[in-house]
């Protein structure tokens, strides 16, 4: 393994039916991600079960043992496998139409999503609800899996077809970075391999663009945000007067003697030194985790953020969002709530709730409350004013969470508009 | 660097840290699980880098099956007292003792007994956070598992009512009572701890590389030979060049045959390895498909 390699995160959408867990199987599988004692387990398993033969690879992402025994796939479960040129991490979330909450939570993190689709089946109503979700949650780069193709006749007619139905489709969400692949994750094609059957595609197999899509970009790296987690005063005598910032940087690059904003309060400092246990840095970058110090002594605390950048963050009580509501409980409009944005926990409540939206056909809907699943358009307000930037814009700065204060269960993600 | 790419260390490096210090700065009372095996020294390298120059904000916390390979308890108390650490040690002997931990026999395996002792710690100290070691790729229930994962008072995890967990956004929030267990290197897996242990040339155990030791073939595996584990009638006594992937209980924890010195040579063979490292270790493990699961649920790692 080099030492140069990337990692990437992402995530397959699409039902059981369209053989997601036979193409993680597959990816597996073929880059041999996959140990002896775990094929051996599931070839007893398939064998258990009346399977003719064929190994079943979908039996690899069966985590639980409720799952075994429902043969349903309940929460999502992070795999890992590796190639010479990067590192993976698959997001599996189950496509079954209650588990909405956990596809925005597996997209939360990811840099591309493949979305599957059964050749014989087209584009159906649960691939735009997979497709709004990844656009909502802001999901880099979008890969059409058109799957079984084996069933088609590997038909190009019918893949282009597809294709255009959903190019017309993601173009009104905005999303511009998508790339169609046709395959047939049972007999291999066009998985890690290109196969015989898929001639006349001239694009790569999935594995090779999971390996080669750029995402140095999926970053902010413009506007320098850093929201300050932990203030380090370890008072020994080597370090009396050490007062550092300990931080992960979120987006944007920082330098010694860049002169920074801190938000709240608004004033201004410079950076003099990024202090690592490495060693100390001239320059620092997303997403780095290191330690600052400043030049001038300002009282400041966790939750507090540096920023610098031509464009400053938003700074108030009061802000629109896309809310995923994730709990069994309801919303309760006259209740307050708590609100976990970057490293600041403030009390908020609901001013408005404008209209939920179905996410299988994007119409909006006006709502009196949200149930488990639902998406929709809040004005909210909080007890302390929050540093934010659009979701768009910033990802890591643009969303927060909701948690219930009297169960403390994350109840809502946000994504502010 | 400014101009390259971060490579997959630098980034899980950066995530790791991250989430130990939200952990220090949400939870009143947390602590850090430390055994001297691989994973929790890559822990504590990751802990030195989030927290210096300052000391570490917690103790280190180990529960001792007194089944453990005395290098791996020479490890732990040589480099707590380097980083002149707090190490807290807690004993299953000590539950035996108290009778709340019953053994059918003396020498049988005790990993399944630690989540009692584990839990007796935690009510001892009241900690509110323990940070571990455990990696998602080890087991297919620690796949699906929250890195804050979310315990009630009995310390039980409920796999079908996780809380979501999205971005890096980490609800801490418990009740008095409850507790959280926190996994920084969820997402790593076992070629990613060699290559980190490579890179930052850690001291781990000796056992981890390859060295002659007896061993005896039973069920299925090599068990090495110690004063727990003694011939049985008909049982051959081996000499063999030997490693170990995992260093947890004496009696069911196997050696992996393996001529690799060090961490280089280790990542060499990991890379072509065709057995999982639980698989090849832990007898335990393979009891049945849903141990782990099983012994999570009771309160275990």
Known sequence: MSNTTQLLRFITAGSVDDGKSTLIGRLLHDSKSIFEDQLSAITKTSERRGGMGAVDLSLLTDGLQAEREQGITIDVAYRYFATPKRKFIIGDTPGHEQYTRNMVTAASTANLTVILIDARKGVLTQTRRHTYIASLVGVPHIVLAVNKMDMVDYSEETFDAICAEYRAFAAQLGLHDMTCIPMSALNGDMVVERGENLNWYQGSPLLELLENVVIDYDINTTDFRYPVQWVCRPQTQEYHDFRGYMGRIESGVITVGDEITIQPSGRTTKVKEIVTYDGNLQSARAPQSVTLTLTDEIDISRGDMFVMSATMPQVSKEFEAMLCWLSELPLDLNRKYIIKHTTRVVKCSFARLDYRVDVNTLEQHSSATLNMNDIARVAMKVQLPLVFDSYIKNRFTGSFIVIDEATNNTVAAGMIT | ?301
């Open chain 2, 1 to 301: 660097m400014s101009n390259q790419s971060f490579t997959h260390l630098d980034v899980l490096e950066s995530e790791s840290i991250h989430i130990m210090r939200e952990v220090a700065a949400e939870c009143k009372n947390p602590a850090l699980l430390f055994s001297g095996g691989k994973d929790s020294i890559v822990m504590l390298r990751l802990a030195e880098k989030a927290f210096r120059p300052a000391r570490l904000p917690f103790p280190l916390v180990h529960i001792d099956t007194e089944h453990n390979f005395p290098e791996v308890i020479a490890c732990r108390d040589k480099l707590a007292a380097d980083l002149g650490e707090r190490l807290i040690v807690r004993s299953l002997e000590g539950s035996i003792k108290k009778g709340t931990i019953v053994l059918k026999n003396a020498d049988q395996g005790r990993n399944a007994f630690q989540s009692v002792t584990l839990l007796e710690t935690i009510a001892e100290f009241g900690f509110d956070a323990c940070i571990g070691g455990a990696r998602r790729d080890e087991e297919k229930a620690r796949a699906k598992e929250r890195i804050f994962s979310f315990r009630d008072e009995f310390g039980q995890w409920d796999p079908k009512n996780q809380r979501p967990e999205l971005w890096d956004t980490y609800n801490t929030r418990v009740h008095a009572g409850e507790n959280i267990r926190v996994f920084p290197i969820s997402n790593w897996t076992e070629m990613d701890i060699w290559e980190y242990i490579a890179r930052e040339k850690l001291y781990i155990p000796d056992i981890y590389y390859a060295h002659e030791r007896e061993v005896i073939n039973r069920d299925n595996g090599i068990l090495p030979v110690s004063h727990l584990v003694q011939p049985r009638p008909g049982e051959k006594v081996e000499k063999m060049m030997v490693r170990f992937r995992t260093v947890g209980d004496m009696t069911c924890t196997c050696p992996v045959a393996s001529h690799a010195r060090n961490a280089q040579e280790i990542i060499e063979e990991t890379a072509i390895t065709r057995i999982t490292e639980r698989g090849a270790t832990r007898m335990d493990d393979q009891t049945s498909e849903a141990s782990m699961e099983l012994r999570k649920k009771e309160g275990y790692f």
